[in-house]
């Protein structure tokens, strides 16, 4: 017996960032799920490529070129979605990306630049889609990607770090002003994700593995996938009665103080025979 468990069949979505990595994976799941999906990208091939694949395998999807940290970009491509796909019902923002320096030596461009890049880019889309949500009188739900450094402090982070923090922070504010509507608004939260833009070479990726291992519980980065499916859960009826939430999706990266590069945890090495390397 088949079940429509997310409550998505035939609803409308749209994805910023939606062409690749976390965002491609997320454009799927949706489609995977019933809804129709716009594929928004900065890169118009990016865009085309994942819309395209999705309605070979008979999903039904759009491509869209826009820029969400541009409000006349942002509205443009909100109006083409819902002209060709009728009023839109979820979104997702999967866009973001570190720029790294000490404060000391950041200059105001970096650090305006992590805002706009981490920050504007969901409230833009958000705002936009939530207006329209309001002017049409549907509930919905709204989901972006935040990260632990928008919970936790490290050296270069201040950027990113305090853009993420700021994303934490609206995703509260906004399923406060618009809770009262059915819309709910939430964050899904990597702590490191494989995701394609990140490309080491083999020594660079065992130090990687070695340094994921030794702080995060689960022992691995995520793949790209693992937070699509974070985020369908949170776009989702699944997820009817949480909203103003920023879901760990971190592998148990933050849960545990003593897991931050201080040690491994498990049982004590005396309790047990062949805990594994
Ligand atoms: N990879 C990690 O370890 C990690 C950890 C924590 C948080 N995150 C967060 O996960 C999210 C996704 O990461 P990813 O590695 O999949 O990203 P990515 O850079 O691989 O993909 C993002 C997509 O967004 C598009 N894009 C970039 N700027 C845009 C803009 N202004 N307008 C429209 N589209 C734009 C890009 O073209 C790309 O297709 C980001 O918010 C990032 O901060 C990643």
Not at 90 to 97: Q, S, W
Not at 196 to 207: D, H, S
Request: hydrophobic share 45%.
């Amino acid at each position: 017996m088949s079940q429509d468990i997310f409550g998505l069949t035939g609803k409308h979505a749209i994805v910023w960032g939606g062409g690749f990595g976390m965002g491609e994976r997320t454009s799927f799941r949706l489609s995977e799920a019933g809804a129709h999906v716009a594929v928004v990208d900065l890169e118009q091939a990016r865009a085309e490529k994942i819309a395209g694949e999705i309605n070979a395998a008979g999903g039904k999807a759009i491509a869209l070129q826009a820029d969400a940290t541009s409000e006349p970009s942002v509205e443009a491509a909100l109006a083409a979605a819902e002209a060709a796909l009728g009023p839109v019902d979820v979104m997702a923002t999967v866009i973001g990306l570190g720029v790294w320096d000490q404060v000391v030596e950041m200059s105001l461009d970096t650090f305006n630049k992590s805002i706009l890049l981490n920050l504007t880019s969901f409230f833009l889309p958000a705002r936009a889609v939530g207006r329209s949500l309001l002017k049409n009188k549907k509930s919905g739900a709204i989901a972006c990607v935040s990260s632990v450094s928008g919970l936790t402090s490290a050296p270069n982070h201040a950027g990113y770090g305090a853009a993420k923090a700021g994303m934490i922070n609206l995703v509260r504010t906004m399923a406060d002003e618009w809770g009262p509507y059915g819309i709910r608004v939430n964050a899904a939260m990597p702590g490191s994700a494989a995701t394609p833009r990140l490309t080491l070479n083999e020594a660079g990726q065992a130090a990687m593995n070695a340094a994921m291992k030794a702080k995060i519980p689960l022992g691995r980065a995520a793949t790209p996938d693992e937070l699509a499916k974070a985020i369908l859960f949170l776009l989702s009826d699944l997820a009817s009665y949480v909203t103003g939430h920023n879901l760990h999706v971190d592998g148990g990266w933050t849960s545990n103080f003593l897991m931050q590069g201080q040690g491994k945890g498990g049982p004590s090495q005396a309790s047990v025979v062949n805990w594994p390397e």
